[in-house]
């Protein structure tokens, strides 16, 4: 049951030609114009440093190259797969035409090979009618209560979240969300993090008050700690966070996310989960952070893990 929320292995994708991606750019604000050869190698670096960081805190990362020039945005897979207890993996269907590209075999056949994977759902077909559910990013999924917390937009579509929901057993939650110059939130996973015993989340900027009041409703009576983040914090990219497993329960979060954590907000959250920051400005210029690098794996390893 502890690692039900907080897994302890991801997979990361290791950019060779990373840049903000222009066909991103039209919903997502928190995108800032970066590309060239310096930003790639940059983007690199930072990469490497946070995958040696998160080795060092003891979670099991699982490390893929993507030399090509014609995914951008291939440093965050927890867009095109997620994975489930009991051996379930999701395929995801994707907004911009280049994110379609980043979908890989050689990841699925890794999971296969290693860990106990019971079925693959591909809901990427849906791409041909024009529709999108892009994985953790477009849910923030509440693995114990089974809950699919999801903020209205061109990466969720309805439909396909009903599909999930049914297939993968989790009850949606759909809200608006939209920041102070009136831009709808293009992922509920810039908006909210859900760990084991809090949940990290700006209440005000859902639109609706009833629904905001229902998510805080759902989320306290969950049991955890309702960490109220301000519009400011969430451009700081605090709510792009992910709990893991580790020597220890830990959050990863971008030093930009740590930095806008106040003190008490710091202390509630290291009652429970030690705060690993990892530096990614440059990886942010592309409107994603931590939360956005790391594809957990929930799944039962084949074989003992070997440390």
Request: charged share 25%.
């Amino acid at each position: 049951m502890s690692q039900v929320q907080a897994p302890d292995a991801v997979v990361m994708i290791r950019p060779h030609h990373f840049r903000s991606n222009p066909e991103t750019r039209g919903d997502n604000a928190f995108q800032m114009p970066a590309e060239g050869q310096e930003v790639a190698d940059k983007a690199r670096k930072e990469f490497d440093t946070a995958v040696t960081e998160l080795r060092g805190a003891g979670v099991q990362v699982h490390v893929f190259e993507d030399k090509s020039d014609n995914t951008p945005d291939s440093v965050f897979p927890n867009n095109w797969f997620s994975t489930h207890a009991g051996g379930h993996v999701a395929v995801y269907p994707m907004f911009a035409s280049n994110r379609q590209a980043e979908r890989r075999m050689d990841v699925i056949e890794m999971l296969k090979r290693d860990y106990r994977v019971q079925d693959v759902i591909d809901f990427s077909g849906l791409e041909a009618d024009g529709l999108a559910l892009e994985g953790t990013g477009a849910m923030v999924l509440d693995h114990i209560e089974r809950v699919a917390y999801t903020v209205e937009s061109n990466r969720a579509d309805p439909v396909i979240l009903e599909r999930f929901c049914t297939h993968f057993g989790y009850e949606p939650l759909v809200f608006e969300a939209r920041d102070k110059r009136g831009n709808r939130v293009y992922h509920t996973n810039v908006l909210m993090g859900i760990g084991t015993h809090y949940a990290l989340v700006c209440l005000d900027m859902i639109v609706d008050p009833t629904r905001r009041a229902m998510v805080r409703d759902r989320l306290e009576q969950s049991g955890r700690q309702v960490i109220d983040l301000t519009e400011a914090q969430i451009e700081a990219f605090a709510g792009n966070a992910i709990e893991l497993t580790g020597k220890r329960r830990l959050l990863a979060l971008s030093q930009t996310a740590a930095d806008a954590l106040l003190p008490a907000q710091v202390r509630l959250i290291e009652e429970t989960a030690k705060l690993v920051p990892l530096s990614i400005p440059t990886i942010e210029t592309a409107g994603g952070s931590v939360r956005c690098m790391l594809a957990g794996v929930h799944l039962t390893r084949r074989n003992p893990r070997i440390n």
